[in-house]
C-alpha cells in the first residue's frame, strides 16, 4: 500500500472535540489563579460594621487593613438610642481624612452616585456611598466633617467603612476573568478544531478515492 493512501485515524475529530474543552477550562483556572487580589478590606459588606460618626464633628477611627474604605451618608440611621431621619441626598459638607501617625490628608474621592444604596433588613440603617478611600498606611486617623457655611445643624450621620462597590469587585473580578478569557481561548480552538476537522476529511476523502480509483 502506498504511504500517500493512509487515512487519517477518526480519532482525530475526537481531538478536534475535547481540545477547545480542554483549552477553556484549562485557561479559566489558570487566569483564575494567577489575577491578583483587589485591595479590598473585607471578603464582603457589612453593614453592621461600619464606624457611625455624627456630624458636624470629629472622631478617631482606626483602619486595621490597608485598602479601599468609603464614607457612606446615612440618611437613616440609629446611634446610641437616637433616632436621625434625614433627606436621602446628602447635604453639601466638607469631610477630611487625616493619618495622626504621619498627619498626611487621606484624599476623598469619587462624588455621590444616587443608586449606590445600602439598608438593613429591619431599616434601622439606610445609607448612601459618598466618597471613596484608598488607605495605604493602616493606623488611627482623625475623620472630621463641616459644613460648607459653618452651621452645626442639622446633625447628621456618617459611616467610614469597606467600600461596597470594591468589594463587589473584589469578589466578582477573578471569576469574571476566568470566564472571559475561558470564552475568548474556547473561540479560536474552536476555530483551530474546525480547520483539523477540515483537514482530516478531505485527507480522509482523497485516500478513499485513490483507493478507489
Request: aromatic share 12%.
Amino acid at each position: 500500500m502506498s504511504g500517500n493512501n493512509i487515512k487519517p485515524s477518526r480519532w482525530f475529530y475526537v481531538l478536534a472535540f475535547l481540545l477547545p474543552v480542554f483549552t477553556c477550562g484549562l485557561t479559566g483556572i489558570l487566569v483564575y489563579r494567577n489575577v491578583p487580589k483587589l485591595p479590598g478590606v473585607l471578603e464582603a459588606f457589612d453593614i453592621e460594621k461600619l464606624v457611625r460618626v455624627v456630624v458636624p464633628g470629629t472622631a478617631e477611627i482606626n483602619f486595621t487593613k490597608s485598602g479601599a474604605y468609603a464614607v457612606y451618608y446615612e440618611y437613616r440611621s440609629d446611634i446610641d438610642g437616637v433616632y436621625y431621619v434625614r433627606s436621602q441626598y446628602p447635604p453639601r459638607i466638607n469631610c477630611k481624612l487625616t493619618s495622626k501617625a504621619s498627619g498626611k490628608e487621606i484624599e476623598l474621592v469619587t462624588p455621590f452616585v444616587e443608586g449606590e444604596i445600602y439598608s438593613t433588613q429591619d431599616n434601622e440603617h439606610a445609607g448612601v456611598m459618598m466618597t471613596s478611600i484608598s488607605v495605604d498606611q493602616p493606623g488611627i486617623h482623625t475623620f472630621s466633617c463641616r459644613y460648607l457655611d459653618g452651621g452645626q445643624f442639622p446633625r447628621i450621620v456618617m459611616a467610614v467603612g469597606p467600600n461596597m462597590v470594591w468589594e463587589f469587585f473584589n469578589l466578582a473580578a477573578k471569576p469574571v476573568a476566568a470566564v472571559v478569557s475561558g470564552l475568548i481561548v474556547y473561540f479560536f480552538t474552536c476555530v483551530i478544531s474546525l480547520v483539523i476537522v477540515v483537514i482530516v476529511a478531505i485527507m480522509r476523502n482523497q485516500a478513499k478515492n485513490r483507493m478507489i480509483s
